[in-house]
């Protein structure tokens, strides 16, 4: 069995949401996420303005979109991939944190550079 992942993070009372449709996939997204969180060289946070329709359709058509998830840190997580690296950004309401994670220190200056674009 591979059931869907549920998390609460203000308990009481219990406020129940699906995080991912299954537990591999949990697992897959926590590994994602934060591979390489911090490593010098190849790891950039950023918070930026709210993600507008125009900039979630140039990601799509510009990387590979991953899954995604509801809930915490923000209200919606959105993940992208390709060969420079991983893109994740945590949507509120009032801002959206980029973390950006490079393969190489290399990869990782080319991954930035096509991204500060959208900023």
Not at 5 to 32: G, N
Not at 36 to 45: I, N
Not at 92 to 109: R, V
Request: one cysteine or more; hydrophobic letters at 35%.
């Amino acid at each position: 069995e591979d059931p869907a992942v549920y998390v609460d993070f203000d308990p009481p009372p219990d406020t129940l949401f699906q995080f991912a449709a299954s537990f591999s996939e949990f697992i897959y997204l926590r590994a994602f996420d934060f591979e390489g969180w911090y490593e010098e060289g190849r790891f950039l946070l950023e918070t930026r303005q709210p993600l507008r329709e125009e900039t979630i359709g140039w990601l799509t058509k510009t990387f590979k979109e991953e899954p995604s998830s509801l809930g915490w840190p923000g209200t919606k997580t959105y993940r992208y991939s390709c060969p420079l690296g991983r893109i994740t950004i945590w949507q509120s309401e009032d801002q959206a944190d980029w973390a950006l994670t490079g393969e190489t220190p290399a990869s990782f200056q080319e991954l930035e550079r096509q991204v500060k674009t959208l900023w």
